[in-house]
Nanobody, 115 residues
Framework: QVHLAESGGGLVQPGGSLRLSCAAS????????MSWYRQAPGKERELVAY????????SYADSVKGRFTISRDNAKKTMYLQMNSLKLEDTAVYYC????????WGQGTQVTVSS
């Protein structure tokens, strides 16, 4: 069965960096686009970044453009989100998802940006 597992979250100071990972199993990873979402307390879940199956097409929410980079290693069946210059408002639970309209989500990883 499809399984997505995020890791790499934690507590970081403003201006710091984190790299999230999403390990995939149970499906042919390189055939699917992937995405990162986040949900802050009291807010709706939002799309942060998208990556095509081959890795050649990306898109980002305006709020993270120039700071976050989405990537994937199809041989390792893993997707990444490199987050630099983190801001207080980046605090959220981050989720990976297969595509942008599937029912397959990871369990989430907490990212807290705080001084």
């Amino acid at each position: 069965q499809v399984h997505l597992a995020e890791s790499g979250g934690g507590l970081v100071q403003p201006g710091g960096s984190l790299r999230l990972s999403c390990a995939a199993s149970g499906f042919t990873f390189d055939m699917y686009s992937m995405s990162w979402y986040r949900q802050a307390p009291g807010k709706e879940r939002e799309l942060v970044a998208y990556l095509s199956s081959g890795g050649g097409v990306t898109s980002y929410a305006d709020s993270v453009k120039g700071r976050f980079t989405i990537s994937r290693d199809n041989a390792k069946k893993t997707m990444y989100l490199q987050m630099n210059s983190l801001k207080l408002e980046d605090t959220a639970v981050y989720y990976c998802r297969r595509g942008t309209d599937s029912a397959f989500w990871g369990q989430g990883t907490q990212v807290t940006v705080s001084s």
